[in-house]
T-cell receptor, first 113, second 115 residues
């Protein structure tokens, strides 16, 4: 069975400060890891993914994430947060066997001006 | 990434009626689509995997006779909630598996309210 944990329900940062959203995972074999963002009453938007290769993955809107195999983590980061980054962020994991996504509970990010 | 649409975006129906939700892949031929359900302030739960030209694969605990899925073409999958009840009220989201299926692109979702 595969699973994802997002330990923080909420993250609050000031605009211009670094933003980090934490994620740890559990999966058999090599993980496929994803970050999605959801705005109110909308579907999910793809931010970035790690499949293989460089542990540091760069994605949309200035976001990046680092795959850490020893810590089974895939934290999302942005060096300088914007108010428009305020949204609900989901980490997800799948395996190459069936591509089914398992989502974390989500982290609500609030960036204050 | 793939562009995915859903229709309707919102639907309100009476208890006991059936509701059909459409999921369209606008720029990608999708042999596989996925249907999720999301309760307020909760995560997404995979309901079923929809395969073009064959039967859908349902997750454990999802009633296949209640949530009918049809994937008749490479661009359209439909989810029909039969004999809807208030507990079926939820946000239903579909996704398309693209780029070799390792990445899913999501539709905007459908808010179903059953009175």
């Amino acid at each position: 069975a595969q699973s994802v944990a997002q330990p923080e329900d909420q993250v609050n940062v000031a605009e211009g400060n670094p933003l980090t959203v934490k994620c740890t995972y559990s999966v058999s074999g090599n993980p496929y890891l994803f970050w999605y963002v959801q705005y109110p009453n909308r579907g999910l938007q793809f931010l970035l993914k790690y499949i293989t290769g460089d542990n540091l993955v760069k994605g949309s809107y200035g976001f990046e994430a680092e795959f850490n195999k020893s810590q089974t983590s895939f934290h999302l980061k942005k060096p300088s947060a914007l108010v428009s980054d305020s949204a609900l962020y989901f980490c997800a994991v799948s395996s190459p066997y069936d591509y089914k996504l398992s989502f974390g509970a989500g982290t609500t990010v609030t960036v204050r001006a | 990434g793939a562009v995915v649409s859903q229709h309707p975006s919102r639907v309100i129906c009476k208890s006991g009626t059936s509701v059909k939700i459409e999921c369209r892949s606008l720029d990608f031929q999708a042999t596989t689509m996925f249907w999720y359900r999301q309760f307020p302030k909760q995560s997404l739960m995979l309901m079923a995997t929809s395969n073009e030209g064959s039967k859908a694969t349902y997750e454990q605990g999802v009633e296949k006779d209640k949530f009918l899925i049809n994937h008749a073409s490479l661009t359209l999958s439909t989810l029909t909630v039969t004999s809807a009840h208030p507990e079926d009220s939820s946000f239903y989201i579909c996704s398309v598996g693209a780029g070799g299926l390792d990445t899913q692109y999501f539709g905007p979702g459908t808010r179903l309210t059953v009175l």
